[in-house]
C-alpha cells in the first residue's frame, strides 16, 4: 500500500512541476506582447504609421499565453467556481463534487479538445496555413499547435486533480 501512494503521490507532484514549468516558460511571452503593443501604439499615435503585425502577434501570444497557463492555474485552484453551495461542504464532500465533476464535465470536454486540437494542427502543418486576416500572412500552424500542447498538460493536471479529489472523499488529506 504504501509504495503505490509514494507512486502517486511522486506522479501529483511531476505533474505540478510540469504545470509550473510550461506556465513559467510562457509567462515569458508577455514581454515581446507588450512590446508589440508598445511599438504599435508609438507606430500608429506618433508616427502616424501602423503596422500590419502588431495585432496577429498580441493574439497569438496572449492565446499561447492564456493556454499554456490553464494547468497551472487548475493546479492552484484559480479557476472560476461557484461557491454557493460548494463553500459549506465538507472536505469529503467537496472531494466527492469535484471527482464527479472531473469525470462528467473536465474529462470529456478537455479531451475533445486535445483530439480535436491534434487533428486542427496537423492539417494546419500539412496545409502549411497562413492567415487570411493580416496583411503579412503569418503562418498558423505553430499556434494552431499550441492548443494539443496545452490540452495535454491540461489533462495531466486534471488526473492529478482528480486523484487529489478522490484521496478527499475517501477520507484522506488533500497533500501530494
Known amino acids: 500500500m504504501h509504495e503505490s501512494r509514494r507512486f502517486v503521490d511522486s506522479f501529483i507532484r511531476l505533474v505540478d512541476k510540469i504545470s509550473e514549468y510550461c506556465s513559467k516558460a510562457f509567462a515569458w511571452l508577455i514581454i515581446p506582447m507588450v ?11 506618433v508616427f502616424t504609421a501602423p503596422t500590419v503585425w502588431a495585432y496577429d502577434l498580441t493574439y497569438m501570444l496572449y492565446g499561447t499565453l492564456f493556454v499554456m497557463g490553464s494547468a497551472y492555474a487548475l493546479s492552484k485552484n484559480r479557476h472560476v467556481r461557484i461557491d454557493v453551495f460548494y463553500q459549506r461542504f465538507s472536505p469529503r464532500w467537496k472531494g466527492i463534487t469535484d471527482a464527479c465533476l472531473y469525470l462528467l464535465l ?6 475533445v479538445l486535445f483530439i480535436k486540437g491534434i487533428n ?20 498558423l500552424y505553430p499556434l494552431k499547435t499550441v492548443l494539443p500542447v496545452a490540452m495535454f498538460v491540461l489533462l495531466l493536471q486534471g488526473a492529478a486533480q482528480f486523484v487529489r479529489s478522490l484521496r478527499l472523499a475517501l477520507g484522506g488529506k488533500q497533500n501530494g
Open 35 to 45: 512590446g508589440g503593443l508598445f511599438y504599435e501604439v508609438i507606430a500608429r499615435y
Open 120 to 139: 486542427y494542427a496537423s492539417h494546419s502543418w500539412t496545409i502549411r496555413e497562413a492567415s487570411p486576416a493580416g496583411a503579412w500572412r503569418p503562418p
Open 106 to 111: 473536465f474529462f470529456p470536454f478537455v479531451l
